[in-house]
C-alpha cells in the first residue's frame, strides 16, 4: 500500500530563530515514488520531514497525505500512514524490550493484544531482526538499532515512509542490507540523507533541498553526473566514488 | 553509597539462569520482596533466631535460584554504610551500659545496632535476589500486573532504559575533562563538572522531548497503551510457592513477636 | 551521609506508616500536577530527567583537597522542573534505588522518599522563592538564590530525618544527639549542594533558559546579564552560614542552653514535659533525656518542626497556588 504525498508553500519559522527554516516549500511525490532529500545542514529536510506525519503544524501551506490534509481530526490516521524513522534509533527505542517497542505503534492503532505477537514477528521479520525480539535496545549494536527502529514503523504498515539520516553509523554491510530492504518495499519513500551513493541505489529521484524550498528536482542518476550543481548547495560525492554505469 | 552497582545502570543486573525464582512470576517475586522486608521490619531486635531463620530463608531462595555467592555479596554491599552506622549505635546510645571487652557500651545500642546490621544486609540482599532474577522488562510487567498506575510504570520504565545512556554520557564528559588535564580537587574546581551536567541535563530533556515525538509518531496519544505479554498458560511456579519464601519469613517474625 | 537511605526497620512501623501515608499522598498529587503541566509527555520527561537526577546523585564533585561529595538533587531538580514534577522525579529514583538497586528499605520507603524527594524539593523551592524576592531579577539572582536554597534543603532534609527519629527511633540515641549531628554535619554537605546546583543552573540558563522552571518569570532581556559570581565567593559565604548554623545547633550539644531553655520555659514547653509520651518508640523517653535538656530538645524540635512544616508547606502552597504557565 502507498500513498501520495502533497506539499503545497510550507513555511515555518523557528521561534528562537530570525528566519524562515522552510519558504514556501512545494512537493508532489506519486504513490510508490522513492525520493531521496538532500540538501546542505539546516536547509530545512528533518523539519520538512516532521511536518508530514504532523509532529509540526504547518504554520503556513498545505501537506496532503493520499489527498487528506495533515491537520485537525485527520491526525491520527495520518501518524498511521506515514512512517516516520527518526535520525536517533535510541530516540524511537523506548520500551525496555524489543518486542514491546515494536508493539507499541499497533497497541496505539488498536491491534488486539491477541494479534500483536503475529503483527510484531512479521515486522521484525521482514528487517531480518526476528532473533532480537526478547532483546534490550541498549544491547543492540548501531545496525541492529537501525533495523528494529524501522520494524517499530513498519509494524504499523505505513503507506508512507520517511527515513532521516539511515544511514549514519552504519558500516558498509549495514548500509547495504538496509538499501536492499527499502526498495524490496512497496510503500511510498523518502530518504533525508547526506550519504549520496546510498541516495542512489534506493531513490531513482532526488530533491535538493536550500534555504528552505526545492531548488533541484532531477533523476538521482542525473544529478550526481553534475559535480558542479551539486557543489552550488555543499553536496559533493565522497572520495574516489566514480558514478559506474547505470 | 553502592556506586560501583549503580555505575552502570541497571541492565547488568540479571544473571541469567534457568531456575524456579527466575520462572517464577514477577509480580509474585515483587510481592514476596514486600512481604520479606515486612517481616524484616517486624522482628522484634533481639529475636536473634528470627533473623538467622530470615538468612536462612533468603540463602535458600539464591540458591535455588542458582546465583553466583560473590556476586550476591558483592551487590549486597550496598548496605556497608549502614553496617557503619550500626556499629556507632553502642557507642552512641544511652540506656544501661554493658562490657565489650575494654570498653563500655550501651547495650541497647548493641542490640539496635545488630537489628540494624542484619535488616540493613537482609533487605538488601533480597532486592539483590530480585533483580537478578528479573529482567527489567519482566519487572516492569510486574509492577504494571501489580496495578501500579501505568504512567508511574511508564516512568520508571523510561527511566531504567535512558539511565544507562545518561550515565555514560556524564562518564564520557568526566573523561573528555581528564584528558584534557582538569583534575579538580576543590569545590570551586567543580564549575567545568556542573557545566558538563547542566549540559547533560539539557541533552537529557531534549532526548525525552524527541522520545514524545517518536511516540506521537506511533500514534500515541494520552493513554499509554497496556503492553503487558498475554498471560502464556499456566506459570512454571505458582503464586503460592512463589509467595512460600515470604510467608515463612513473616510468621517467623509474627511468632517473635508474640514469644 | 544522609543519601544513604534508611533500611527496613530503621523507624517504628507506626512513624513508617505515617511518612509512608504522607509520601504517597504527595506523590499522588505531584503525579496529578505534572499530568496537568506536561501532559502527554510526562512519561518521556519526568523518565529522562528521573535518569539524569540518578546520574547527577552518582557524580563525585570535589569538596576539599580530593575529598568527594554527592549531590542530592532535591533542590535542583525542583528548581528546573517545578516543585510538582521535581518531587515526582526525585520520587521515583528513591523508588527505583530501592527496589532495583537495593539502596533503601522497601518499608522504609514512606520516609526516604519525604526525606531525599518531598522535603528538598518543596523546603527547597519555599527558600528559593524567598531569595528570589531578595535577589536581583535576573539569570545571576536566579543562581545565588539556587545556591541558598539547595544549601538549605539539605539542612531541612537532615531536620526532618531527625524529627522522624524523635517520634520513631530505634535505637536509644538521643535527639539531641542525632540532631546536632545531622543538622550541623548537612549543614556543611549544604554548601557543596548548593554551589554545585547553581552552576548547574547557571549551566542550564545559558543554553536553554526556558528548562529553568524557577525563571520562567524572567523576560528574555533579564536572562542574558550575568555577572559571573565567583565561586570561591559563594563557598566562602555557604561556610560562614553553615558555621553559623552549627554554632547554633552546637548549644544542644553542648549542654549550654541558657538562652533557649529561658525561651523554652518562657513559652510553656516546661510544662508540657512531664506529661510528654512520645507515641510508638520505647526509646522515646531517651530522646529527651532528664528534665533541662527536655525542655531544651522539645524546644529544638518543636522549632524545627515549624521551621519544616513552614518550608515544606510554603514550598506546597506557593507550587499549589501558582500554576506554572505551559512548559515549552
Known amino acids: 500500500m502507498s500513498a501520495s504525498l502533497r506539499v503545497r508553500g510550507l513555511t515555518h519559522r523557528y521561534p528562537t530563530s530570525s528566519g524562515n527554516v522552510l519558504d514556501g516549500l512545494d512537493l508532489d511525490v506519486a504513490a510508490g515514488e522513492r525520493v531521496a532529500l538532500l540538501g546542505p545542514n539546516g536547509s530545512g529536510k528533518t523539519t520538512l520531514a516532521l511536518h508530514l506525519n504532523g509532529l509540526i503544524p504547518a504554520q503556513s501551506g498545505t501537506v496532503e497525505v493520499g489527498g487528506r490534509p495533515v491537520a485537525g481530526e485527520h491526525l491520527p490516521e495520518v501518524r498511521r500512514r506515514v512512517g516516520l524513522v527518526f535520525q536517533d534509533p535510541d530516540d524511537q527505542l523506548f520500551m525496555p524490550r524489543v518486542?514491546?517497542?515494536?508493539?507499541?505503534?499497533?497497541?496505539?492503532?488498536?491491534?488486539?493484544?491477541?494479534e500483536r505477537p503475529a503483527v510484531v514477528d512479521r515486522a521484525l521479520a521482514a528487517v531480518d531482526a526476528a532473533h532480537l525480539a526478547e532483546r534490550h535496545p541498549h544491547h543492540l549494536s548501531g545496525g541492529e538499532k537501525r533495523r528494529v527502529a524501522l520494524a517499530t514503523v513498519l509494524a504499523m504498515e505505513p503507506d508512507v515512509l520517511v527515513l532521516d539520516e539511515p544511514t549514519s553509523g552504519l558500516d558498509p554491510v549495514g548500509r547495504r542490507e538496509l538499501a536492499e530492504l527499502l526498495v524490496a518495499l512497496d510503500t511510498t519513500l523518502l530518504v533525508v540523507t547526506h550519504d549520496l551513493p546510498f541516495a542512489l541505489q534506493t531513490c531513482p529521484r532526488s530533491v535538493v533541498i536550500d534555504g528552505g524550498r526545492v531548488v533541484i528536482d532531477a533523476p538521482t542518476a542525473e544529478l550526481l553526473a553534475d559535480p558542479d550543481r551539486l557543489a552550488r548547495h555543499r553536496l559533493e560525492l565522497p572520495f574516489g566514488f566514480v558514478l559506474g554505469p547505470g | 553509597m553502592g556506586g560501583g552497582l549503580r555505575h552502570r545502570g541497571a541492565l547488568h543486573l540479571l544473571v541469567e539462569r534457568d531456575s524456579p525464582v527466575h520462572r517464577a512470576r514477577p509480580e509474585a517475586k515483587v510481592v514476596a520482596l514486600v512481604l520479606f522486608a515486612v517481616a524484616l521490619a517486624a522482628t522484634p531486635e533481639r529475636a536473634l533466631a528470627a533473623f538467622a531463620l530470615h538468612g536462612a530463608v533468603l540463602a535458600l531462595v539464591a540458591g535455588a535460584a542458582r546465583l553466583p555467592a560473590g556476586t550476591v555479596r558483592r551487590r549486597a554491599l550496598v548496605a556497608l554504610p549502614f553496617l557503619g552506622v550500626a556499629a556507632l549505635l553502642p557507642f552512641a546510645?544511652?540506656?544501661?551500659?554493658?562490657?565489650?571487652?575494654?570498653?563500655?557500651?550501651?547495650?541497647?545500642?548493641?542490640?539496635?545496632?545488630?537489628?540494624?546490621?542484619?535488616?540493613a544486609?537482609?533487605?538488601?540482599?533480597?532486592?539483590?535476589?530480585?533483580?537478578?532474577?528479573?529482567?527489567?522488562?519482566?519487572?516492569?510487567?510486574g509492577l504494571a500486573h501489580l496495578r501500579l498506575p501505568r504512567v508511574v510504570v511508564g516512568i520508571v520504565a523510561s527511566m531504567l532504559r535512558y539511565l544507562d545512556l545518561v550515565a555514560d554520557q556524564l562518564h564520557r564528559t568526566r573523561l573528555a575533562m581528564a584528558a584534557r588535564g582538569h583534575d579538580p580537587r576543590w569545590l570551586w574546581q567543580a564549575r567545568p563538572l556542573a557545566a558538563g551536567a547542566g549540559t547533560l541535563f539539557v541533552r537529557t530533556y531534549e532526548r525525552g522531548e524527541r522520545v514524545h515525538q517518536a511516540m506521537l509518531a506511533r500514534g500515541f496519544t494520552r493513554r499509554l497503551p497496556d503492553l503487558r505479554p498475554p498471560p502464556a498458560g499456566a506459570p512454571a511456579i505458582g503464586w503460592a510457592a512463589a509467595l512460600a519464601p515470604a510467608l515463612v519469613s513473616l510468621l517467623v517474625a509474627v511468632g517473635a513477636i508474640l514469644r | 551521609m544522609l543519601a544513604m537511605h534508611a533500611p527496613d526497620g530503621f523507624l517504628e512501623p507506626g512513624v513508617a506508616a505515617v511518612t509512608a501515608l504522607a509520601s504517597l499522598a504527595v506523590m499522588a498529587l505531584a503525579l496529578r500536577a505534572a499530568g496537568r503541566d506536561l501532559d502527554?509527555?510526562?512519561?518521556?520527561?519526568?523518565?529522562?530527567?528521573?535518569?539524569?537526577?540518578?546520574?547527577?546523585?552518582?557524580?563525585?564533585?570535589?569538596?576539599a583537597s580530593g575529598t568527594t561529595g554527592h549531590l542530592l538533587g532535591g533542590a535542583l531538580a525542583a528548581i528546573l522542573l517545578g516543585p510538582w514534577v521535581g518531587s515526582l522525579v526525585v520520587g521515583v529514583v528513591v523508588l527505583v534505588q530501592a527496589l532495583v538497586f537495593a539502596d533503601g528499605g522497601i518499608t522504609a520507603l514512606g520516609c526516604n522518599v519525604l526525606n531525599m524527594a518531598v522535603v528538598p524539593a518543596f523546603g527547597g523551592w519555599a527558600v528559593f522563592q524567598l531569595a528570589?524576592?531578595?535577589?536581583?531579577?535576573?539569570?545571576?539572582?536566579?543562581?545565588?538564590?539556587?545556591?541558598?536554597?539547595?544549601?538549605?534543603?539539605?539542612?531541612?532534609?537532615?531536620?526532618?530525618?531527625?524529627?522522624?527519629?524523635?517520634?520513631?527511633?530505634?535505637?536509644?540515641?538521643?535527639?539531641d544527639t542525632v540532631f546536632g549531628a545531622m543538622v550541623g554535619v548537612h549543614a556543611l554537605i549544604g554548601i557543596g549542594e548548593g554551589v554545585l546546583s547553581a552552576m548547574v543552573v547557571s549551566a542550564v540558563l545559558a543554553a536553554r533558559p526556558d528548562l529553568v522552571a524557577g525563571a520562567r518569570d524572567l523576560a528574555p532581556a533579564q536572562l542574558v546579564d550575568r555577572p559571573r559570581v565567583s565561586a570561591r565567593a559563594f563557598a566562602l559565604g555557604g561556610i560562614v552560614a553553615a558555621a553559623a548554623t552549627a554554632a547554633a545547633v552546637s548549644q544542644l550539644a553542648a549542654d549550654d542552653p541558657d538562652g533557649l531553655e529561658r525561651v523554652a520555659i518562657e513559652q510553656g514547653f516546661a510544662d508540657q514535659a512531664e506529661a510528654h509520651r512520645l507515641a510508638g518508640s520505647p526509646f522515646a523517653e531517651y530522646a529527651t533525656r532528664g528534665i533541662d535538656d527536655e525542655t531544651l530538645s522539645l524546644a529544638v524540635a518543636g522549632l524545627a518542626g515549624v521551621a519544616l512544616t513552614l518550608a515544606v508547606g510554603g514550598g506546597l502552597v506557593v507550587a499549589i497556588r501558582s500554576r506554572p504557565r505551559a512548559v515549552v
Open chain 1, 99 to 114: 518486542r514491546e517497542d515494536v508493539a507499541f505503534g499497533p497497541a496505539n492503532l488498536g491491534v488486539p493484544a491477541k
Open chain 2, 93 to 119: 546510645a544511652d540506656g544501661p551500659r554493658v562490657a565489650l571487652g575494654p570498653l563500655a557500651v550501651s547495650e541497647d545500642g548493641l542490640w539496635a545496632g545488630g537489628a540494624l546490621a542484619a535488616r
Open chain 2, 121 to 141: 544486609v537482609l533487605g538488601a540482599t533480597a532486592a539483590v535476589v530480585l533483580t537478578a532474577t528479573t529482567s527489567v522488562a519482566d519487572l516492569l510487567a
Open chain 3, 40 to 63: 502527554d509527555r510526562q512519561v518521556p520527561l519526568a523518565g529522562v530527567a528521573a535518569a539524569f537526577i540518578f546520574a547527577a546523585q552518582m557524580l563525585n564533585f570535589p569538596v
Open chain 3, 132 to 175: 528570589r524576592r531578595l535577589l536581583p531579577r535576573s539569570a545571576g539572582g536566579v543562581v545565588g538564590a539556587t545556591a541558598v536554597a539547595a544549601g538549605a534543603s539539605v539542612v531541612l532534609s537532615a531536620a526532618a530525618f531527625s524529627l522522624e527519629w524523635l517520634f520513631g527511633a530505634s535505637a536509644p540515641v538521643p535527639f
